[in-house]
């Protein structure tokens, strides 16, 4: 396995040493080439996901491929802006100079991707990577398998393995990757292994992107629209069957609208998911036992107001809401990744706000109100990777908002032109006349 990993990043190094991948209509082909391939696995794709996680193709479409295709999309439409040379003003104590910034490719990326969205979090850092000019070596998740295949497949087709290449298998793979000299690292996963990441890229000095997760809340306060709240959060909580990093994983709301918003979400469940979830044949599974088994235990803190039934043989925990939770309530003490929700209420809800401060910084944050000062209270107090006022995830969604953690919920960020940027040395070159 060392040596396998020592051989592809070598090839790789010398391949990138031509210069070929620092052509802007090489990467633009890549670029295209990939969307094709795309389409053309798209059934098998869908597939994958299904066995893996039992998304539904609907959800696996609309999470996954349509995602990494927008992403593609927006890419080609402003790589040959984005890769050429910027001037910029020059210090007038030298007039007679001009300053110019050039981004160049790091050089060989490894990409290692999760099992939640195993497809667009393998790609979608992977469109950054090529758009820089990179190679890169991809790492897919072993929870996946049928993921990880079509992924070693797709990419095997599309691209020669100087170039693009996928390394399958397990944390053996993974720690033969991070053994070798990366010239730049892109991690998506868990804050602990994020931290293993780290020590391994301080060892060659690697520069990294973390994208890991956290406890992000979601606020609801007495004055919002309770029915677009309950619709949004219940959106947000369930995708996935709650295995999203950036899924609302606990819920404050206003005393005074507990009980409404309570029924509105037990609403809202049914409507989407059906009135028994675990007749759902097409609601996604836990990933596997290991994770059934931590979820399941959360399910005796405080009580199931909402849900709260499971079946293991079927990996499967049916959306449930919390109540009578604690801060020091076990399911408070992780981040949750499932289909459960706790919620907390308040009347004031500045001691919730050092609550949440107190604590590692969230991925993400969800305010629901139309209070103007609330809002500016809240993203002021607050630090957090980013979020939404008066809706869930979709900020994730957006080519010009850039995505990505802070403190404990990660470092680095991407998504549209941020993805060639994080893939980008920035060479800044002074010109001076004689």
């Known amino acids: 396995m060392m040596n396998q990993a020592k051989q592809l990043v070598n090839t790789q190094r010398t391949f990138f040493n031509t210069g070929r991948t620092k052509n802007v209509e090489y990467r633009i082909d890549a670029l295209q080439r990939l969307r094709k391939g795309i389409e053309k696995y798209q059934q098998r794709i869908l597939d994958a996901l299904h066995t893996d996680l ?27 802006e984005w890769a050429a040379p ?82 399958e298998g397990e944390v053996e793979t993974s720690t033969a990757l991070l053994n070798e000299k990366f010239d730049y690292i892109f991690f998506t996963g868990s804050t602990g292994v994020g931290r293993i990441v780290m020590k391994a890229a301080a060892e060659h000095l690697t520069p990294v992107t973390l994208e890991l997760g956290g406890k992000s809340p979601a606020i609801v306060h007495q004055d919002a629209d309770l029915q677009l709240a309950a619709q949004r959060i ?15 994983d606990y819920l404050l ?35 596997n036992a290991r994770n059934f088994d931590r979820l399941s235990a959360f399910l005796t803190n405080g009580t199931a107001v909402i849900g709260g039934r499971s079946n293991r043989d079927q990996l499967m925990i049916e959306p ?53 000062a609330l809002q500016e209270q809240v993203l002021t107090q607050v630090s957090f990777g980013g979020g939404c006022i008066n809706e869930t995830l979709s900020h994730m969604t957006s080519h010009y908002l850039p995505f990505g953690g802070v403190g404990e919920s990660g ?5 549209g032109k941020q993805s060639f940027e994080v893939f980008s040395h920035h060479k800044s070159i002074l010109k001076r006349s004689k």
């Open 54 to 80: 039992n998304k539904s193709e609907a959800e696996a479409y609309g999470s996954e491929i349509r995602i990494v295709l927008g992403e593609l999309d927006f890419t080609l439409e402003h790589l040959q």
């Open 86 to 167: 910027r001037s910029v003003p020059t210090s007038s104590i030298m007039p007679d100079a001009v300053s110019t910034i050039y981004p160049e490719p790091y050089g060989v990326a490894l990409i290692i991707a999760p099992w939640n969205y195993p497809f667009q979090l393998a790609f979608g850092p992977l469109i950054g990577a090529i758009a820089a000019g990179n190679c890169a070596v991809i790492k897919p998740s072993e929870l996946t398998p049928a993921t990880s295949h079509l992924i070693h497949d797709l990419i095997q087709e599309v691209y020669p393995q100087e170039y693009i290449a996928v390394m």
């Open 234 to 248: 219940v959106r947000g909580k369930f995708l996935n069957a709650g295995q999203t990093c950036v899924a609302p």
């Open 253 to 287: 709301v206003h005393e005074q609208v507990h009980d409404q918003l309570v029924e509105q979400i037990r609403a809202e469940i049914s409507e989407k998911f059906g009135a028994n979830v675990m007749e759902n044949a097409s609601f996604p599974h836990i990933v």
């Open 320 to 372: 449930t809401v919390l109540e009578d939770i604690s801060w020091d309530s076990p399911v408070m003490q992780e981040e949750i990744f499932g289909p459960i929700l706790p919620v907390f209420t308040y009347n004031d809800l500045n001691p919730m706000l050092d609550e949440i401060v107190r604590r590692p910084k969230p991925l993400a944050l969800y305010l629901f109100t139309e209070s103007e």
């Open 411 to 415: 470092m680095g960020s991407y998504h």
